[in-house]
């Protein structure tokens, strides 16, 4: 331990890290798995014109709306808060709607297009019957900030099958430019200087680079805690270029467990830097086991 009388500077206590949630959005597609990304505003106090999952930090009330969502049996409260957050932004942010009607049909556009994105989200939906589908919303990762940074949020990343029958738009203020993009894709983009992704965006997408499709809800009812869902997933064959995205981004895998980020500017220079020394950002799970309750 150093001796407070060797520091160059006085201790300090870290800024407490803010609950929010992210959520990828993923669909079936004939080349593959795509996710939903989009871009953020140009004027964000965090990652400016980066590429991200549409999310937020978490309000109070989301943990006031767990009478309002469907949930698994062993999903927690606290996931179950994330999860409704999740929701939410999605809705707010790029009016996708996961929700069921009370004949158990999914939300679709006139459902999406009675709501307003200003109003609160859960009491409009209490109102027109439609209950919260937080059951369908599974764990992924958790991403920590830096302790030394002066704005830090603590960030599940969670996964949930794009419902069938939406069409994302961005509310044009926080969110522009939504886009349906492959993984594989949106690494060989920013490898290629062209798509702004931030250091968790890229580890997230990498780690999705093993699977080529997104399994139905009706092959994974048994998996609760989604420990399972590994063998529901199809593995993607592997790259036949050794030298291509593939191959870079999976050779860089195991330097993602501990990381943190600076910037240079208040605008989009963003640049992540790898610490093996500390756990300052943090996965939950393990590569072996990443689908988590």
Known sequence: ????????????????????????????????????MTRRSMSASFAPGAYVFPGGAVDAADAASHGQARRRERQSDTH???????????????????ARRSDGAHADQRDI?????????????????????ADEVFMLARWITD??????????????????????????????????????DALARHSAGGFCIIFPTIRTLQRLLDYSSFPPSARCKGCSTMQAC?????????PSNRCGPVARARACWPVAKH???????????????????????RWTGNVSAPWRC
């Open 1 to 36: 331990m150093v001796r407070s009388t060797q520091l160059l500077h006085p201790a300090r206590q870290p800024v407490a890290a803010r609950a929010a949630a992210t959520v990828l959005l993923l669909r079936d597609s004939s080349a593959g798995v795509e996710v939903l």
């Open 80 to 98: 179950l808060t994330e999860a409704i957050a999740a929701i939410r932004e999605s809705f707010e942010e790029l009016g996708v709607l996961l």
């Open 113 to 133: 297009a009675a709501l307003d994105r200003g109003a609160p989200f859960a009491l409009q939906c209490a109102a027109m019957g439609l209950t919260l589908a």
């Open 147 to 184: 302790r030394d940074l002066p704005r830090r949020f603590d960030v599940p990343f969670l996964v949930a099958r794009m419902p069938a029958g939406q069409t994302p738009v961005a509310d044009e203020s926080e969110q522009f430019e939504p886009v349906w993009i492959r993984p594989v």
């Open 230 to 238: 590994r063998r529901c997933f199809t593995p993607a064959p592997p």
């Open 259 to 281: 990381a943190t980020w600076s910037t240079n500017s208040p605008m989009a220079s963003w640049r992540w830097c790898v610490r093996r020394a500390r756990s300052s950002m």
